[in-house]
């Protein structure tokens, strides 16, 4: 065996099927990728397994084969097939499949942005064809629908998921949707306070499953996901304390969230009602709900309290936000509870560590009640013949 330079092409002088000594470039950019691409090479052809191999090696394997005029297995010609005939339907399938995709709370939400996806490009759309053009393309009419930007970038935010997983699976070698920046949300902000009043009327509104997880939310400040994927060894309620792990949140670190005490009682009620079929811990009939399964009647709710514009679910993080600033909570404390604080952590901070007592005390001393209900939801620009001013928003406040 051997690795020789010419010029500035690193070539083996290999045995792979024993006396008979093969020449064969590779795209090895320096001595030991070149070496290393023959230990794979040689240990595909001898056990026969063409699965496992990178890009780099696979392409001098079928080189190899091609130039002595062997006739090519079928491992390496099916892993190529598929590789040429990838489409985003086939892809999205791929990835919805993977099991860090499929177990993870984020699933439904990629579903739904596929569906957009795959209106605007087609389900036979080549992956290996879209680039950046076209996913600035498919920006720009999904605006020109009315579709809004976060919207829009939680659906640039799936399609950059499935090239990624799609990578680790050496099907596809690039990501493009990293390199498009994601359109601006700003002039879509809402502001929103939703007072202690009106929450408990919406409650009162909601199906009496429904209750809890809504409840959860204003007392914890945790998003959708995280609340609809607990399990029960997720939370403590001896300890008062919530632990996620990595694939729980989106930030994918630890997070610890104090349990108000206002909330142990409707947490101990939850967690009486167990299922065979799952270890979540909230149920409809027996089943986890999905991401979208509470949004018809968090909306019906909401409607029926006669807040219009009305507050979204996730409005509920904000409003917790509002609360523990208005109480005086640490900032740093704070943050930690919301997921937030590793993204302005100073290097002072790195070696404070904040303990589960602390974050208790913090807790404790929150309280809900700390103004009237305010919403304030910018005015979107309406196309129209005459030219008239965009509406300038609608605000609700009342007391």
């Not at 070698?173 to 498009?180: F, G, K, M, T």
Request: glycine share 6%; hydrophobic share 40%; proline share 6%.
């Amino acid at each position: 065996m051997a690795v020789i330079k010419r010029g500035k092409v690193y070539t083996l002088a290999t045995r792979p099927f024993g006396a008979k000594a093969v020449w064969v470039k590779t795209t090895a950019r320096s001595k030991a990728e070149a070496r290393q691409i023959e230990v794979e090479l040689l240990k595909a052809c001898r056990t026969g397994d063409y699965q496992n191999l990178d890009r780099n090696t696979r392409e001098v394997c079928v080189r190899m084969f091609q130039n002595q005029g062997w006739e090519t297995p079928s491992g390496l010609l099916a892993e190529e097939r598929i590789r040429d005939e990838l489409t985003l339907w086939k892809g999205i399938e791929l990835f919805l499949k993977a099991p860090q995709v499929k177990n993870s709370p984020n699933v439904e939400r990629y579903r739904q942005s596929f569906v957009h996806v795959v209106e605007k490009l087609g389900k036979g759309h080549p992956l290996k064809s879209i680039w950046i053009p076209e996913i600035r393309r498919y920006q720009m009419e999904r605006l020109s629908e009315g579709a809004k930007a976060s919207t829009i970038n939680k659906e640039k935010s799936a399609l950059s998921r499935m090239f990624q997983v799609l990578i680790e699976a050496r099907l596809i070698d690039e990501n493009p949707a990293r390199l498009v920046k994601n359109l601006s949300e700003k002039s879509g902000e809402r502001e929103v306070y939703v007072s202690f009043r009106d929450f408990e009327s919406i409650v009162e509104a909601l199906p009496a499953w429904v209750r809890p997880i809504a409840q959860t939310a204003y007392y914890t400040g945790m998003r959708r996901a995280e609340i609809l994927g607990l399990t029960a060894r997720r939370v403590d309620l001896a300890r008062r304390m919530i632990l996620l792990g990595p694939d729980d949140v989106k930030e994918g670190k630890w997070k610890r969230v104090p349990i108000h005490r206002d909330l142990v009682p409707i947490l101990e009620g939850v967690m009486k009602v167990r299922s065979i079929e799952t270890n979540k811990i909230f149920l409809v009939e027996g089943r986890p709900p999905c991401r979208t399964s509470i949004r018809k009647p968090w909306v019906a709710a909401v409607t029926a309290v006669g807040l219009d514009p009305g507050p979204r679910f996730h409005d509920l993080r904000h409003t917790w936000k509002a609360n523990a600033r208005r109480v005086g909570m640490d900032p740093e404390i704070r943050e930690r509870i919301l997921g937030h604080w590793s993204r302005t952590k100073t290097v002072a901070e790195r070696y404070g560590g904040i303990s589960d007592e602390e974050l208790i005390r913090a807790i404790d001393s929150m309280t809900f009640d700390n103004g009237d209900t305010l919403i304030v939801v910018p005015g979107q620009e309406k196309k129209n013949p005459v030219g008239r001013q965009p509406s300038p928003g609608k605000m609700l406040a009342r007391r």
